[in-house]
């Protein structure tokens, strides 16, 4: 932690003088998602994006909300630029998001004084209606596939956060994809014009040789493996990993094949993996977590990656895995072919015969994986951190658009 400095009060940087007149706009942005204990693709598009805009024009005052009565807010050296301060509220979200469902209030925008109000994340916002309010929106699998998600997800998203509303009331909409766009558009009738498609970027590359077996070296990693990185939960359609895995496992070739699943034990864990016999258990390796410092080293390892998971409304697990050099199998729904084009194998996530064939292809076809390889490092070049963070400033301050 940084010593001196209470994240439980509205303080500002060193640098930054009180008086906020200096500056062309000012910009609230909405970080609460960041005090999330598990980590996700959010937190992911949030840090990134901010750690690439914040410093693009010094000229605009960016005001970072956190909010909880007890928990301290995490640190990130982009909260120290000299036009950056950080307002932690001593509020529960729960108590906010109630407030703002029942009564609209407190005005956020008033508490931060702010022109723009700018959410990373669908959590609620009261704001006034002079504020300008832009919103990514990420996907609307809570919608598409209600199944996937626990009651009380359901809840937050439909009642809580009321993400329709937020998408009707917002004067400019982010999507982080074409699939999440066409889903605010049919399901929410939302104005395609007031609709940015924004993709994100990655910043992951492949580790150098040395450093990958020493990687190998360190973990006691001496087989192959085939990888899964994401929450383990039903969405992410882990069973048919493991489905597939199997298969492979029948053939003479493929008998020292490990997979790595690797991520957060989410909602209905046990139920993935609970008709799954001994072979199972003693070829599939669990990581609870992966450090960011190791997250390239897995993937680059990793002779295939597989993420036939049944809805994304972006998919960085599949540009990561691409960018460190390593042949993916993805679905062929949602937003994944926008990422992978084509230089994945793309497979329909319900057949999980496809899954395994695919998989066995890369793994016998030394000429199919080079050039998927080599397609991917193409690909991944037109998904750009610097290129998102100029293109969401760009929407964030064209005050000529606004919901009357």
């Given at each position: 932690m940084t010593i001196g400095i209470d994240p439980h009060t509205h303080f500002e940087s060193a640098a930054l003088p009180h008086d906020s007149s200096q500056f062309k706009l000012s910009v609230g942005i909405d970080c609460r998602m960041l005090q999330a204990e598990q980590r996700s693709g959010v937190q992911e598009y949030t840090e990134q994006l901010l750690a690439h805009m914040l410093s693009l024009d010094k000229n605009i005052q960016y005001v970072i909300l956190f909010s909880s009565l007890t928990k301290r807010h995490p640190e990130y050296w982009w909260l120290y630029l000299d036009n950056v301060r950080v307002?932690?509220?001593?509020?529960?979200?729960?108590i906010l998001f109630s407030l703002n469902r029942l009564l609209n209030w407190p005005k956020l925008d008033q508490k931060?004084?702010?022109?723009?109000?700018?959410?990373?994340?669908?959590?609620?916002?009261?704001?006034?209606?002079?504020c300008r309010r832009v919103t990514t929106f990420h996907d609307l699998s809570f919608i598409r596939f209600p199944d996937?998600?626990?009651?009380?997800?359901?809840?937050?998203?439909?009642?809580?956060?009321?993400?329709?509303?937020?998408?009707?009331?917002?004067?400019s909409v982010i999507a982080v994809s074409k699939s999440t766009r066409n889903d605010l558009v049919s399901i929410f009738d939302c104005d395609?014009?007031?609709?940015?498609?924004?993709?994100?970027?990655?910043?992951?590359?492949?580790?150098?040789?040395?450093?990958?077996?020493?990687?190998?070296?360190?973990?006691?990693?001496?087989?192959?493996?085939?990888l899964y990185i994401g929450t383990l939960e039903?969405?992410?359609?882990?069973?048919?990993?493991?489905?597939?895995?199997?298969?492979l496992k029948e053939k003479k070739e493929f008998q020292n094949l490990k997979l790595i699943l690797a991520g957060a034990r989410g909602w209905l864990y046990n139920e993935i993996f609970k008709d799954f016999g001994?072979?199972?258990?003693?070829?599939?390796?669990?990581?609870?977590?992966?450090?960011?410092?190791?997250?390239?080293?897995?993937?680059?390892?990793a002779e295939v990656f597989i993420y036939p998971s049944h809805f994304e409304g972006f998919g960085f697990p599949v540009l990561e895995a691409m960018a460190c050099g390593t042949p993916v199998v993805t679905s062929n729904t949602s937003s994944l072919p926008e990422v992978a084009g084509d230089s994945a194998i793309l497979v329909d996530p319900n057949n999980v015969s496809m899954i395994a064939e695919a998989v066995a292809s890369i793994l016998t076809?030394?000429?199919?994986?080079?050039?998927?390889?080599?397609?991917?490092?193409?690909?991944?070049?037109?998904?750009?951190?610097?290129?998102?963070?100029?293109?969401?400033?760009?929407?964030?301050i064209n005050r000529d658009k606004k919901v009357s």
């Amino acid at each position: 932690m940084t010593i001196g400095i209470d994240p439980h009060t509205h303080f500002e940087s060193a640098a930054l003088p009180h008086d906020s007149s200096q500056f062309k706009l000012s910009v609230g942005i909405d970080c609460r998602m960041l005090q999330a204990e598990q980590r996700s693709g959010v937190q992911e598009y949030t840090e990134q994006l901010l750690a690439h805009m914040l410093s693009l024009d010094k000229n605009i005052q960016y005001v970072i909300l956190f909010s909880s009565l007890t928990k301290r807010h995490p640190e990130y050296w982009w909260l120290y630029l000299d036009n950056v301060r950080v307002m932690h509220l001593r509020w529960p979200n729960a108590i906010l998001f109630s407030l703002n469902r029942l009564l609209n209030w407190p005005k956020l925008d008033q508490k931060l004084g702010v022109d723009v109000f700018f959410s990373p994340h669908i959590f609620p916002a009261a704001l006034d209606e002079d504020c300008r309010r832009v919103t990514t929106f990420h996907d609307l699998s809570f919608i598409r596939f209600p199944d996937f998600f626990s009651f009380r997800r359901r809840w937050w998203h439909s009642f809580q956060a009321d993400a329709k509303k937020q998408c009707r009331h917002s004067d400019s909409v982010i999507a982080v994809s074409k699939s999440t766009r066409n889903d605010l558009v049919s399901i929410f009738d939302c104005d395609p014009e007031k609709i940015k498609v924004i993709y994100s970027g990655t910043h992951l590359t492949r580790p150098e040789e040395k450093e990958l077996l020493e990687f190998k070296k360190r973990k006691k990693i001496s087989e192959p493996y085939l990888l899964y990185i994401g929450t383990l939960e039903p969405r992410k359609n882990v069973d048919s990993i493991v489905k597939a895995f199997l298969i492979l496992k029948e053939k003479k070739e493929f008998q020292n094949l490990k997979l790595i699943l690797a991520g957060a034990r989410g909602w209905l864990y046990n139920e993935i993996f609970k008709d799954f016999g001994d072979l199972a258990k003693s070829d599939v390796v669990f990581v609870d977590h992966i450090d960011d410092d190791e997250r390239a080293l897995y993937y680059a390892g990793a002779e295939v990656f597989i993420y036939p998971s049944h809805f994304e409304g972006f998919g960085f697990p599949v540009l990561e895995a691409m960018a460190c050099g390593t042949p993916v199998v993805t679905s062929n729904t949602s937003s994944l072919p926008e990422v992978a084009g084509d230089s994945a194998i793309l497979v329909d996530p319900n057949n999980v015969s496809m899954i395994a064939e695919a998989v066995a292809s890369i793994l016998t076809d030394s000429r199919l994986r080079s050039r998927l390889i080599k397609s991917a490092n193409l690909r991944v070049q037109q998904f750009s951190w610097l290129s998102a963070a100029q293109k969401t400033l760009e929407t964030i301050i064209n005050r000529d658009k606004k919901v009357s």
